[in-house]
């Protein structure tokens, strides 16, 4: 049936808004997305609410909540849906149709606007520009001692001899297995994380085959500039949003990591090393949740360390960067700071933007918590006793190498 006119709206947008409309016509506000969105209990409206004002025909209410572009995109609404409706993908659509009709100014959506005009102009987002200019229209960084450090270190890499090249770290065996390696856009600028990636995959027999030229997946845009990476080989990757980004122009991706433990798990002489006994795993929301946190569990496992776990989804809770962008400690990111700081134990996660989105929130609430990306935590090592990375400070933990703990209040 076609839209009843509206002056008040395009014909095109009346048009479109009908469409959603009965694609969620068979919603029944039952809440099952909000409820397992990771950033449900941050959002104003979250997807239960939009869906509502969509199904009422309030437009001007949809297209001005910030709740669009605070969404991650990570599929969880969609995935969890009594109905079978496309959550993800409606919010996603209307997206598009804010980027047309709308006007909202929010952190995340102007994100969106200046990485898309980045990349309409260079193949790579520089965090130092996109950072100079989200300052320029007025959005300073929420943790701004974290913002200024990470400015720094850019810097001094930018000078003669600034940072060492990962070549000077990767040394793999003549034997090794090469991979082909995606590297995104966030780890290639930290010069020292990008070596350790190359030298832990060393360390298991790998070499990272890295395509240096590779453009942007794509996903800071948030969906309006496809990947600017183009290949019809299976890629490994470092980043869980890569991946998404990946997936949206069919590009098929697996995580590094879980390749990595895996290997170590089937390879005889090599054995799992972990920087200290015990730490707290943390995936984020847009990794494959369960087999990123399963990849963790094994690695406790080899290397002899508790994996200390409290209620599931507290491991994938928004880190605090929602729809790209760090707003402060969440209550699912100071929650797992909390439950990190009274076990005395790391954090160590599997996606670079969450590891410093975490450093931002421990320094937020004054928490003494370490947070770790994957390789300054575990490596390979021969079993004729080649040492392992240097240790962390975790305190002495159970030898079950994995442990769920009830939380205070449970």
Known sequence: ?????????????????????EECAICYQCGTCTSS??????LYRGPRRIVRLILAGEIDAVLGSDDLWRCTGCGACTAVCRMDIDVAGVLQRLRELE????????????????????????????????????????????????????????VRQMLPGGGRRQTDEATPA???????????????QDRELHAAVHQVAAGFGVRLDEATDAGCCGHPSRGSVASLFATDALVYTACPACDAGL????????????ALTARAARSPGMELRAAGDR?????????????ALAALGEAARQSNATMMVDYPTLHSGCCGALGGMYRGATKSSARLMEFAARRQAPVVT??????????SAARELRLRVPVLLWPEFFRAASTTGLSGPPTVGAPTAAADPTTREERPDD
């Open 1 to 21: 049936m076609a839209a009843v006119a509206d002056a008040r709206h395009p014909q095109e947008l009346l048009e479109a808004f009908a469409a959603l409309k």
């Open 174 to 188: 003549d034997d090794a297995v090469t991979l082909p390696f995606y590297a995104g856009c966030s780890l290639p």
């Open 247 to 258: 997936a949206e122009s069919g590009i098929e991706s697996v995580p590094l990591w879980d």
């Open 37 to 42: 969105c990771p950033s449900g209990r941050e």
């Open 350 to 359: 599997t996606c670079l933007l969450c590891r410093d989105n975490l450093r």
């Open 279 to 291: 730490f707290v795993p943390y995936v984020g929301c847009i990794a494959e949740r369960d087999t």
């Open 99 to 154: 980027r047309r009709y709308g006007e909202i100014r929010c952190a995340e959506r102007t994100a969106a606007r200046v990485a898309t005009g980045h990349l309409e102009r260079r193949r790579r987002i520089d965090n130092l520009r996109f950072g100079a200019a989200m300052v320029s229209r007025g959005y300073v960084p929420k943790d701004k001692v974290g913002a200024a450090g990470q400015g720094i270190k850019l």
